[in-house]
């Protein structure tokens, strides 16, 4: 099959897009997809979901990362490093990105920087799946996420904010299209669910009653193996595989493959 390029964006902070991102690369991957994973945010997140701390910071400050891919014309080929685990690369990112915003206007069609970079990877053949970590903003950078992917999954937190400025998402996402005219929304995804609370019913009631937008059928519970595995540095499903989270992100894989192939 032909590679398919998936960014996790939400313009709201904490809505587990990081979490979300490596988690199902970790579910592709047992299903043997290969699963390049992009860093794009300057909180190294998605980095240090498969490095040590120790590690992230030495990639953060090389010149192979996502903030020379885009400042620097760095090859993305030399940018990816290896994990652990069969079948999952990483493009780390850099603390530097909390300043590429300003370095992108300067640059020649900005909003395509990434795109030229990851096409060459991506017409290769060398994975089945890209998956693209954006940071919780709407400017330049996750532009050039948007403009490079073929979809976009929504994390969204279950709660009362939760819901709050995805209109805007929409309507950025929208914007991009006159861009990247494929681009198209593959679905919302509830995460931080504590069932205990009517306000879960409430939200998907909610994205439920959108015109268009799906909703994956997979929700995502709190569960404390999700920060243990955080802090050993790697996804639940490889730290805990038994576990609710495990499981339940593993059936967000099974429908993205369903929904992509």
Known sequence: MSTKVIAFAN?????????????????????????????????????LSFFSEEAAFEFAKSDFNTYTLLTRDAKAENCIRKTEYENIDVLPSSTLMSGVEYELFTKWQRESILKRAVDGIKESGSYDYILLDAPPTLGCLVMNMLVCADYVIVPLEASPWGLFGLANMFDFINSVKSINPELSVLG???????????????????????DNVHVFGEVIRL???????????????????????????????????????
């Not at 587990?16 to 992009?38: D, E, F, H, M, P």
């Not at 205990?196 to 998907?204: D, G, P, S």
């Not at 576990?243 to 894989?253: D, P």
């Open 223 to 261: 569960d404390s193996s999700i920060e243990w595995a955080q802090d050993n540095s790697k996804p639940v499903i490889f730290y805990r595989p038994s576990s609710r989270a495990s499981k339940e992100f593993e059936a967000v894989a099974q429908e993205i493959i369903s929904l992509t192939e």
């Open 11 to 47: 313009n709201k902070g904490g809505s587990g897009k990081s979490t979300s991102c490596s988690c199902i690369a970790a579910a592709l991957s047992k299903q043997n997809k290969r699963v390049l994973c992009i860093d794009g945010d300057m909180q190294l997140n998605l980095t």
């Open 188 to 210: 919302v995804l509830v995460t931080k669910v504590d069932t205990r609370k009517n306000y879960f019913k409430q939200t998907l009631s909610d994205l439920k009653a959108l």
